[in-house]
């Protein structure tokens, strides 16, 4: 189990985590929620809690939750598919998080909250360089890779985006010659700019 420095485990963390892991023996990764109200975990655990006997019912939650901490691995699973992390300036983890999804045969998913995620402006996600842009292109490249290995593999269909790397990118003013360098590599490793019609006409009801 993996836990950032600047974070904390709540009260009462070790009996939720070890009854999830004592009655969840087969799975490789165990997922909880944490109390943080900025991210979309909780949401998601919730939305694809029912879905969770079949790994590839829950693609959405699996590519969106990609951080390490607040979820549990077995050491084996780890071991065996010599998983690491990148040595990189800002989302050393996200191929990790997406990596050891793909790969588990097995997750389970509580809505037990034992993380605290803390928010601050020291986070190294917070802090935009050149260096960071760089490496973070890097990974979601990487990311979008592997996401399309794996279901020309199993003969899924999933609308992965790239849109939160372009996000990033006009959020730290990149520059336009490097916008759309960023929307050529977003289509060239396989993750979409545009939602479906499906997906737009659900946003548009859902902000009425």
């Avoid at 390490?68 to 989302?91: C, H, M, Q």
């Avoid at 588990?104 to 842009?133: M, P, Q």
């Avoid at 399309?148 to 790397?165: D, E, I, M, P, S």
Wanted: hydrophobic letters at 35%; glycine letters at 6%; charged letters at 25%.
């Amino acid at each position: 189990m993996h836990a950032d420095s600047d974070d904390a485990l709540l009260p009462g963390w070790y009996d939720s985590f070890n009854r999830m892991v004592l009655s969840h023996p087969e799975s490789d990764i165990i997922y909880f929620e944490n109390d943080s109200d900025t991210l979309p975990h909780n949401t998601l655990i919730e939305k694809y809690f029912d879905k969770q006997s079949n790994k590839n019912d829950c693609l959405d939650f699996g590519l969106r939750v990609t951080v390490p901490w607040g979820r549990v691995y077995k050491t084996n699973f780890i071991k065996e598919n010599d998983i690491w992390f990148d040595e990189l300036s800002k989302a050393s983890d996200v191929y990790h998080g997406v990596n050891t999804f793909l790969k588990a045969k097995k997750i389970s998913l509580s809505t037990s909250k034992i993380y605290h995620y803390y928010v601050h402006e020291g986070n190294i996600s917070a802090n935009f360089t050149k260096e960071t842009w760089e490496d973070f292109k890097y990974v979601m490249y990487r990311k979008g890779d592997l996401v399309n290995a794996y279901l020309k593999q199993n003969n899924l269909n999933y609308r992965h985006y790239g849109t939160y790397l372009l996000k990033q990118g006009i959020e730290g003013k990149v520059g336009f010659k490097e916008i759309v360098s960023c929307l050529i590599g977003i289509k060239k490793h396989h993750m979409a700019i545009f939602p479906s019609f499906s997906q737009l006409a659900s946003y548009l009801k859902k902000s009425k």
